[in-house]
């Protein structure tokens, strides 16, 4: 499956990143194809969620020893 691809070609911390950005994607996606309602809240929560993940993401290395 794709998730196997993934863990095979990107270390798995950042892999784990990606169970915080499914639901982002399923509410846009709800959005998009289901006419679903997007509020401030949820807008307001999906942006922390990407900035947490952002933040995670591009986090300098630490000092080699």
Known sequence: SLYYWLLAHFPA?????IAYV???EAVLIGTVFRSEPLTARIVGGALLVLLGVALAVH?????AS
């Not at 986090?59 to 000092?63: E, M, N, Q």
């Open 13 to 17: 911390k950042r892999l784990a990143l």
């Open 22 to 24: 499914i639901p982002v």
């Open 59 to 63: 986090r300098p290395a630490p000092p």
